[in-house]
C-alpha cells in the first residue's frame, strides 16, 4: 500500500483500536499480532522501520547458550521455541545454521556436547538436530580458517541465521496484509489525553510532507526500544528510566576469515562475553561487544576499544588475523536492556534478556527488553494486556502458525535475493517489463536496479539509506562500495519519486556523510 493511500486512511478513520509507537523488531510484531487478530491497527515510526537495534543484531535467531550458562532456563526455553516458530512461519529469512565450538583443552569437548545437548532438550519438538562432538578433521573442514595449532577436536550446535532488517520489513508488510497501516517517518509529538487525565491518542508530524495530525486510539503501545523512556517523558516527565541502553558492535570481513558455510562461537572471552563469526550474505560478521551507555541515538559510533576488542579476540582463534586493513564494514547497535531493579550493577552482560511491560496511571502501555528472537511472544503480550487495559474485545493470538509475507520453502540461498522469498517473482517481472532493471549497482553483489525500483514502490523506502542499509543492506556488507552506488541509488529513486537533481546532491551527501560511520579508518 503507498504512503498517500495509508495517510488517507488515517485522516477517514475515527479511533483505531492499537496504537503502536515504533517501527522495529517488537512494535512490528505488536501490528502483526494486533491486526492479524481483527484489530484496526496503526503504526508509526519516526524514521525508518528498523533504522535503530532492530537493523543492527549478530544476525542470529537463537535461544542463547550464554544464557544457559547463567541459569536463565526460562528464557532459553521461551526463545529456543520462539526460533523454532520463526524458522518455520519465515522459512525464507530463518536458516538453519551449523555452529562450531573449537576444543583446545581437553575438558572442552565433553562439557561442551553435555552443556548443548541440554541446549537441544530445551528446544523439544521444535528442535533443529543434535549438538555432536567432533573430530579436529571435521572441525576443519567445517571452519577451515580455525587455528589448528593444540586444537584437539569441536562441538557442532545448531542455531539459526537470519537477515534482521528485512524481517522487519517482512513483518511491516504482513500487518498491511492484514488491514494494518504501518508508516515510517511519522514522528510522535504528543500524547492527547481527555477530561480525565487518560491518554486517548498521540500528536503526530509527517517528517516528509510536513502535515500534522491529532489521531485517536484505544491503546496506545510505547515500543520504541532505547527511546521508550523518550515517550514516557511526553506522560509523565518525572518518571524513572526504563531502559538501561547497551551497546554492541559488528565487524564485517571478508569470507576467508572462516573459509566454510559453519559459523563460529567462541565461548568465553576475556570479557566473559561468547562472540561469533558468522557467515552471511556471502561475507562475515563478527562480534559483539557489550559496553552500557548512558545516551540513547539513532547512530550509535563503535568505540576504538570494542574495535580492538573484536578483532584481538577473534585473532586468538583464526589462522589469518583479521586487522583494521580487513574490516568491510563497522556498525553498532543499542540493546534496550529493561533496567534493573537494583541500578548499581554496571554488568549489562548480568541483565536479564527478558522482557517488561509497564502500564502508566494514564493508560500508556510501554514495553522495554527481549530480543529479535521472541519478538512474537512479546508482542502477543503486549496485545493481551492492551486489550485489558483498553476493556477491547477478547480476541485469541494467531501468530503462533502465521505464515509472514512472502513466505516461501526451500529458496536457493546461494542467490541474495532469497530474502524476498515469494515477492521474488514479481522483482523477476520487473526486469521482464524493462531490461535496464537487470543492470547490477556494484561489482560483486548480485544487486540490481529492480531491488532499488522494488524497495521504493513495494517496501516504503525513501531515502538512500532505506535502500542501502535496510533493503539490500551494502552498507553493513560493504560500506565503500555502498557510497560508490549512492548516486546511481539517488538516481532511481528520484525517476521513481519525482525528485529533481538538487535532492539526489542532498542525498548523497547525508548517505556519504552517515558511511563514514561504517568505515573503518586503517590510519
Not at 215 to 238: M, P, Q, R, S, W
Not at 284 to 313: C, H, M, N, S, Y
Not at 323 to 352: C, M, Q, Y
Not at 513 to 522: M, P, Q, S, V
Request: net charge positive; with cysteine.
Amino acid at each position: 500500500m503507498e504512503r498517500k493511500e495509508q495517510i488517507r486512511k488515517i485522516k477517514e478513520k475515527g479511533i483505531f483500536d492499537i496504537l503502536v509507537i515504533g517501527g522495529g523488531a517488537t512494535g512490528l510484531g505488536i501490528a502483526v499480532d494486533a491486526a492479524s487478530r481483527g484489530f484496526s491497527t496503526l503504526l508509526l515510526e519516526q524514521h525508518d522501520f528498523a533504522k535503530a537495534t532492530s537493523s543492527r543484531s549478530t544476525k542470529l535467531v537463537h535461544g542463547g547458550v550464554r544464557y544457559l550458562a547463567q541459569g536463565d532456563i526460562g528464557l532459553v526455553v521461551h526463545a529456543l521455541h520462539e526460533r523454532g516458530r520463526m524458522r518455520r512461519n519465515v522459512p525464507h529469512l530463518v536458516k538453519d545454521m551449523r555452529f562450531i565450538i573449537g576444543n583446545y583443552k581437553w575438558w572442552e569437548k565433553p562439557f561442551y556436547t553435555i552443556g548443548l545437548s541440554v541446549y537441544d532438550l530445551l528446544a523439544g519438538r521444535l528442535g533443529l538436530g543434535r549438538s555432536l562432538p567432533l573430530r579436529r578433521k571435521t572441525v576443519r573442514k567445517e571452519i577451515p580458517a580455525l587455528k589448528q595449532e593444540n586444537l584437539k577436536g569441536g562441538v557442532l550446535y545448531h542455531d539459526c541465521r537470519f537477515d534482521d532488517a528485512r524481517m522487519a520489513i517482512t513483518l511491516a508488510q504482513t500487518a498491511i496484509d492484514h488491514g494494518a497501516l504501518c508508516l515510517n517517518y511519522m514522528k510522535v509529538e504528543r500524547l492527547l489525553k481527555n477530561g480525565a487525565g487518560m491518554i486517548k491518542g498521540v500528536a503526530a508530524a509527517d517528517r516528509l510532507a510536513g502535515d500534522r495530525f491529532e489521531i485517536e486510539a484505544h491503546a496506545v503501545i510505547n515500543a520504541t526500544g532505547v527511546f521508550v523512556d523518550d515517550i514516557i517523558k511526553l506522560n509523565d516527565g518525572g518518571s524513572k528510566k526504563k531502559v538501561r541502553p547497551s551497546q554492541g558492535v559488528h565487524l564485517v570481513v571478508d569470507s576467508k576469515f572462516l573459509g566454510g558455510d559453519s559459523a563460529l562461537m567462541i565461548p568465553k572471552t576475556k570479557d566473559g562475553r561468547v562472540l561469533f563469526g558468522v557467515p552471511w550474505h556471502g561475507k562475515v560478521v563478527l562480534g559483539t561487544t557489550d559496553t552500557p551507555l548512558d545516551e540513547d541515538t539513532l547512530e550509535p559510533k563503535a568505540l576504538e576499544e570494542e574495535i580492538r576488542f573484536i578483532l584481538d579476540q577473534a585473532g586468538e582463534y583464526l589462522d589469518i588475523k583479521p586487522a583494521r586493513k580487513d574490516v568491510l564494514s563497522v556498525f553498532a547497535g543499542l540493546r534496550p536492556l529493561a533496567a534493573p531493579d537494583n541500578t548499581g550493577s554496571k554488568k549489562t552482560k548480568e541483565i536479564s534478556r527478558s522482557h517488561k511491560i509497564y502500564k502508566s496511571p494514564t493508560g500508556l502501555l510501554t514495553i522495554t527488553g527481549g530480543k529479535w528472537t521472541t519478538y512474537r511472544e512479546m508482542a502477543e503480550d503486549a496485545v493481551n494486556q492492551a486489550i485489558n487495559m483498553a476493556n477491547l474485545p477478547y480476541k485469541a493470538c494467531v501468530t503462533r502458525d502465521l505464515k509472514q509475507h512472502g513466505y516461501m520453502k526451500n529458496v536457493d540461498t546461494d542467490k541474495w535475493d532469497y530474502v524476498y522469498g515469494s515477492d521474488i517473482q514479481y522483482i523477476n517481472r520487473l526486469i521482464e517489463e524493462d531490461a535496464s532493471n537487470a543492470q547490477l549497482l556494484c561489482e560483486g553483489f548480485t544487486f540490481t536496479k529492480a531491488h532499488v525500483v522494488w524497495a521504493v514502490r513495494k517496501e516504503m523506502a525513501i531515502t538512500i539509506e532505506d535502500v542501502l542499509a535496510r533493503r539490500v543492506r551494502l552498507l553493513f556488507l560493504d560500506a565503500k562500495a555502498a557510497v560508490k552506488v549512492a548516486p546511481e541509488v539517488a538516481s532511481i529513486i528520484a525517476k521513481e519519486t519525482g525528485k529533481d537533481k538538487s535532492w539526489e546532491q542532498q542525498q548523497v551527501e547525508t548517505f556519504n556523510a552517515l558511511a563514514r560511520n561504517y568505515i573503518l579508518d586503517i590510519g
